[in-house]
């Protein structure tokens, strides 16, 4: 026989080809590595910072969220006809009897102006940390330096027909307030005065905050990161800095001529240096198992034994079904007693596969998170049209299974509605006003659609629509009615519309028979085509399908 190396010894070609071929396969992987590297860190500080922006932005939702509670308390008083007579001096006794210190304890305020028409201070009341409860009138003076009769000058000279959100100092303390015109009831007469509420932005208010948004939040100083990095998008700014691990996002807290207060730090681990670490591991882990392999298909070339064995792994790995299940395993390596390269090799193809199995696991899991995020609308909050669609196709097929299984199956009812003259109000207000109108409107949609039920939907542009299951056509008007007016109490200004000085909903309601068959598409239209009525008959109202 030929002579053929035995087992143990390697030719001097095989010695040489292994040692030029690992050479080549480390430098090449070096630096793939290397470019994989620098990528991945690229990228997931690029999805580190979006992220550092979302949450930016959740932080500043959550601070207007407080503003927008004081002012919904300040417009429940201002709305008084008592609060009126008071402004007008005909009331007396009216802030004694509805700002006592244990309300102040209750509702969170910790100061209490009512102002006249010229922004003259008639009576104010401070409620201090310690517990002490300080009222002032006439002639009297608080502790920390508030007097009736004094003018405020941040409201003297500004306009009445929307409410005041800032922020302010008092003292060494920071406080969030909101000055409502008082006008009337029906908030519809002039106003003749101020009612202004403050709450402190303390360790409750953060401890909400923090709760709400997920972050741990504190106050701090621009002088603790002087690194820090600015970041916004539209009118909202902050800057953010890394330390020991940590992202810290900065929001500056104004007072009315711009200027920070305070600074509210929320902080986080990284969310990414893990998954990003632990990728560039599993590259790494890749990238040497795929060199090993190919190195020994090289060097199998030189062997006379190897042929028949790669034609056997090249049969299994071409019947595979490429569907990322495990299926039937090589089973050429330790489990059949070869423990040569070939068998290296088949057994790494084996833990390769299932390393793969896994990975599809973890793809379909991310997969589904992807499908329930796109299925938002990033403006509004509310499911987006795809999400109305997936929704609806489930609820008709409800439907229909209910109604082959008894006589009488559940009704499924439409409202869809269209805000009044939008172009025109984008064309006066601009984009962001537009959008801060639409959000406004998301939200009355969503508070009064809210069984469980119900699914109040963005449908595109300025268009909404609910889906309300089980609800008839006079319930679905109903509710319609209860949307259009949460809307125009919005009291949006819309100079613009010639159909009134707010903005406004038309509303077109439709709903299945339960006896007849359910056409969704058929149901959308008649839906439309009530709205379309709507607007006809003049806007801001409700109209049913025929």
């Known amino acids: 026989m030929h002579g053929i190396p035995s087992a143990g010894k390697r030719s001097s ?15 090449s992987g070096a630096v793939q590595l290397a470019l994989l590297g620098l990528s991945i860190d690229r990228r997931f500080d690029a999805l580190e910072l979006e992220s550092t922006m979302d949450d930016l932005g959740r932080l500043d939702a959550a601070l207007e969220a407080e503003h927008a ?39 969170g305020v910790s100061r209490v102006l009512v102002l006249d028409a010229r922004a003259v201070v008639l009576w104010s009341s401070r409620l201090y940390g310690d517990g002490v409860h300080s009222v002032a009138g006439p ?6 330096g508030l007097r009736p009769g004094s003018r405020s000058a941040l409201l003297a000279g500004a306009p009445m027909d929307r409410p005041l959100s800032f922020a302010s100092r008092s003292g060494g303390d920071i406080l969030l307030d909101c000055a409502y015109p008082i006008t009337d009831s029906r908030f519809t007469g002039p106003p003749v005065g101020w009612i202004r509420f403050s709450r402190p932005l303390d360790g409750d208010m953060l401890e909400r905050i923090a709760e709400r948004v997920g972050l ?25 800095y890394d330390a020991g691990g940590e992202r810290r996002i900065l929001l500056p807290v104004l007072d009315p001529d711009g200027d920070a207060l305070a600074t509210l730090e929320a902080s986080r681990t990284r969310r990414l240096d893990l998954p990003a670490l632990r990728l560039l591991m599993d590259m790494l882990a890749m990238l040497v198992l795929s060199t090993a392999a190919m190195a020994l298909i090289v060097l199998s070339l030189v062997r006379r034994r190897v042929v028949r064995p790669l034609e056997r792994v090249s049969l299994h790995l071409e019947g595979r079904t490429g569907d990322g299940e495990l299926g039937e395993r090589l089973a050429m390596g330790a489990a059949a007693g070869r423990r ?56 008709v097929r409800r439907i229909r299974r209910e109604s082959r ?17 939008f172009k025109a109000f984008n064309d006066r207000y601009g984009h962001r006003e537009g959008d ?39 319930g679905a008007a109903v509710v319609a009615e209860h949307i259009r007016r949460a809307v125009e109490e919005l009291a949006i200004p819309h100079q613009s519309s010639p159909t009134a000085d707010r903005v406004t909903l038309s509303l077109g309601v439709a709903c299945s028979s339960p006896s007849g068959s359910l056409d969704l598409e058929l149901l959308i239209t008649r839906a439309d085509a009530a709205l379309y009525l709507a607007k006809n008959q003049g806007r801001n109202r409700v109209e049913q399908a025929g």
């Open 436 to 474: 801060r109108c639409l959000r406004l409107v998301a939200e009355a949609l969503a508070a009064c659609a809210n069984r469980p039920g119900d699914l109040p939907c963005r449908f595109g542009g300025e268009e909404f629509i609910v889906l309300l299951p089980d609800t008839d056509l006079d």
């Open 139 to 144: 002639g009297d003076e608080l502790p920390d």
């Open 69 to 107: 509670s004081i002012r919904e308390l300040a417009r429940d008083y201002s709305g008084w006809d008592d609060a009126r007579d008071y402004a007008l001096g005909v009331r007396p006794g009216f802030p004694e009897e509805n700002f006592y210190a244990d309300w102040m304890t209750v509702s």
């Open 340 to 395: 040569d390269e070939i068998g290296s090799v088949a057994d790494r193809i084996d833990g390769l596969f299932e390393v793969l199995a896994r990975r599809n696991a973890e793809l379909g899991e991310a997969n589904e998170e992807l499908t329930r995020l796109a299925g938002l609308d990033h403006l509004t909050g509310l499911p987006n049209r795809r999400f109305f669609d997936e929704s609806a196709g489930r609820e």
């Open 405 to 421: 299984e008894r006589r009488n199956a559940g009704s499924l009812a439409l409202v869809m509605a269209d805000i009044d003259h």
């Open 13 to 27: 070609l095989d010695r040489s080809l292994s040692l030029r071929l690992t050479l080549v396969m480390v430098v």
């Open 216 to 240: 741990d939040l504190r106050f701090s100083d621009y002088s603790e990161a002087r690194e820090a990095r600015e970041i916004g998008r539209g009118n909202l700014t902050g800057s953010w």
